[in-house]
């Protein structure tokens, strides 16, 4: 059975001929987007006489594919069972799709060309994917899809999807069972990818490139994920936990009862002056997880409570299980986490620190100066904007951040609360009001300076 990429070559070829070409991309032109459902019209479209198959089934085609890259990866879980976990290995995953596509056959060569025997630089990303309508949500088929890529194409082609791989997706319903969660199984994936006995990093991927064989090696430089898969990777309480931003030691979070008594050292997530954050390092870093591992084992053997245990995961902002990515002893040894992993700052410093307080200010500043409460934020805001079809559904309902559920006094906007989204959204209208709708609720143009 030949794998869609194959299908897909033969498609093109037979769209390059002049003969048929042009009428049969008119036929063609309204079939839309990359589904499955879409190609197979595609195919049905060209029929038995260009393709040469008399019917083609995708899912046997995708079967069939993913069984010569498959990988099967065996962890215990939370109730004794064994969880066969399967992914498409990294590594074969590469040599495979290089081979089917010329395009990436092409790309590789043109890299291999210039880093020759030089370490390529990869990067991974990984964020949570929620299928069905903004609205409805189907929450329970929310899954972690992990993609990566190789820094050394540059900006021009990382933008393209062919030039991204995809080897796990696994509902998240699964990831809980699993002891040590996200984290743990991340931590098997660089092994299999990075450290196993066919890892791209110790033996390589042997790869046949424009007819000449070449052996790709490559180390971790980047790993990406916004603030709550980074909370899941390493083990991290998150940006709302005594410790924001894990790269710096002496950031705490807004409002903490312990920034009074920890000293002129420490300093809030919104304070504006970056020259007294203290930066973290690796050692800190591990103490503090070694530290809260160590409370779990004898909480475990039953010389520790849990009430302590609660106390060190708070004071440190993480909570590891022992199980998971900063306890592994070769990620410790060979990937230097504070430079790899990069900080979600729309999420920390943005939403839960400097972004939120000026737009509680702000709008602090014009009740005082123009009695306008929430109600009138909430009626500006409710209708008569146009949005991008993008975002429309979601900026449509930013009206409710000033409602009578989240600002039950009109007078009282002490603190805006909303998601990053929301912030950075309502942050530039509520600016665009004061400058055009509000001016008639004023008495002095110069109180608008605020």
């Known amino acids: 059975m030949p794998t869609v990429a194959r299908l897909a070559k033969r498609v093109r070829k037979e769209l390059e001929q002049p003969a048929s070409g042009v009428a049969l991309l008119q036929s063609l032109l309204h079939v839309g987007g990359i589904s499955k459902r879409g190609l197979q019209k595609v195919l049905k479209t060209l029929g038995k006489d260009r393709l040469g198959l008399e019917s083609v089934d995708l899912d046997v085609a995708n079967a069939v594919f993913f069984e010569s890259v498959k990988h099967v990866e065996e962890l215990p879980m939370n109730n004794g069972d064994v969880f066969r976990w399967e992914m498409c290995h990294p590594c074969r995953l590469i040599a495979a799709m290089v081979s089917e596509s010329p395009q990436l056959n092409k790309l ?78 991340f931590t098997r994936f660089l092994d299999i990818f990075l450290w196993g006995a066919n890892g791209i990093a110790t033996a390589g991927v042997a790869l046949t490139l424009n007819g000449s064989p070449y052996l790709l090696k490559a180390n971790l430089r ?135 307080n000026d737009l509680s200010f702000f709008v602090e500043a014009c009740e005082q100066k123009t009695q306008l409460g929430a109600r009138f934020w909430e009626a500006q805001l409710r209708s008569g904007w146009s949005f991008p079809s993008h975002t429309k559904v979601k900026q449509k309902a930013l009206h409710r951040m000033f409602n009578e559920y989240k600002i039950p006094n009109d007078q009282s906007v002490h603190m805006v609360k909303g998601s990053m989204s929301d912030i950075l959204g309502v942050y530039s209208l509520v600016r665009h009001i004061v400058e055009t709708v509000s001016y008639t609720h004023l008495t002095l143009p110069t109180i608008l300076l605020v």
């Not at 900006?155 to 984290?183: V, Y």
């Open 108 to 185: 590789f060569t043109e890299v291999a060309n210039k880093r020759r025997d030089s370490e390529w630089s990869l990067m991974i990303a990984f964020d949570e994917y929620v299928p069905g309508d903004y609205r409805r949500p189907e929450s329970n088929r929310k899954s972690m899809d992990l993609i990566f890529t190789f820094l050394d194409f540059g900006a021009k082609h990382l933008c393209h999807d062919e030039l991204w791989f995809i080897p796990i997706s696994i509902r998240s319903s699964k990831i809980a069972d699993i002891p040590g969660g996200w984290s743990h199984m």
């Open 222 to 356: 980047v790993c990406l994920a916004d603030g709550e898969g980074l909370a899941k990777a390493l083990e991290w309480r998150g940006a709302g936990s005594i410790k924001p931003c894990f790269f710096h030691a002496n950031v705490l979070k807004n409002n903490c009862r312990l920034t009074a008594v920890a000293g002129a050292d420490f300093v809030e997530v919104d304070c504006v002056d970056t020259r007294r954050f203290r930066s973290t390092d690796a050692r800190n870093l591990y103490d503090d997880v070694d530290s809260v591992v160590e409370v779990r084992r004898k909480v475990a053997a039953g010389t520790a409570t849990p009430a302590m245990l609660q106390d060190v995961m708070y004071v440190t902002g993480m909570a590891p299980t022992g199980h998971g990515l900063l306890s592994h002893p070769r990620v410790r040894m060979d990937i230097d986490v504070l430079r790899v992993f990069h900080v979600d700052w729309a999420h920390v410093c943005l939403q839960d620190g400097t972004m939120t």
